[in-house]
């Protein structure tokens, strides 16, 4: 009687893992979502940008981030959603059936205890809904990667380090869901 009770409840266990990794293992296609804000989604878009005082490295650095959280977000994505990176400003944000991913990122130089710079990096989900109620905008806590450095001068290819692609896996999952 004991051994039959436990091979059921092996059953039961080994059927319960198998559902969990079922789910684990789609639960990165945003078709898969079921949260208010994924209802009717057609298209995903993102909204990044980068703030430095260095003005001579910006629009590298944020050409360089910018990409590599597009791939992220691509690689997760189901292929019958439509994928694109906005401009600044750009009138699609507005669009209906859409929910854009917003990322910031703040790059400081940094010559006390670390020398190098600090990327803070923040995010957060946004869907317009016309005609409905305003449209609270919360997101992930902020994320902090440092990307080590001798001189100020930000070498082409050298923001994205390993820190600074699992902060922004981890800041896509939190969008994602």
Same mark, same amino acid.
């Given at each position: ?15 319960? /893992?198998?559902? #969990?990794?079922?789910?684990? %293992?789609?639960?990165? !296609? ?5 949260? =208010?804000?994924? &209802? ?29 959280? /597009?791939?992220? #977000?691509?690689?997760?994505? %189901?292929?019958?959603? !439509? ?5 600044? =400003?750009?009138? &699609? ?48 806590? =902020? ?35």
């Amino acid at each position: 009687m004991i051994e039959s009770i436990s091979k059921t409840y092996l059953t039961c266990a080994v059927l319960l /893992a198998a559902a #969990i990794l079922a789910a684990c %293992s789609s639960s990165h !296609s945003v078709a898969a979502m079921s949260t =208010p804000i994924w &209802r009717g989604v057609e298209k995903i878009g993102l909204a990044c940008r980068i703030s430095s005082d260095n003005t001579d490295i910006i629009r590298a650095a944020e050409t360089e981030f910018c990409a590599a959280v /597009a791939n992220n #977000i691509r690689s997760r994505l %189901s292929p019958d959603l !439509s994928f694109d990176v906005l401009d600044h =400003p750009d009138a &699609r944000l507005l669009e209906e059936n859409r929910v854009t991913l917003v990322f910031h990122a703040s790059l400081t130089w940094s010559d006390s205890a670390f020398q190098g710079y600090l990327l803070a990096v923040s995010s957060s989900q946004f869907r317009h809904t016309p005609g409905g109620p305003p449209g609270a905008v919360f997101g992930a806590p =902020p994320s902090v990667a440092a990307i080590p450095q001798t001189t100020p001068q930000l070498p082409r290819g050298s923001l994205i380090n390993t820190e600074l692609k699992d902060i922004i896996s981890q800041h896509v999952n939190k969008l994602l869901l």
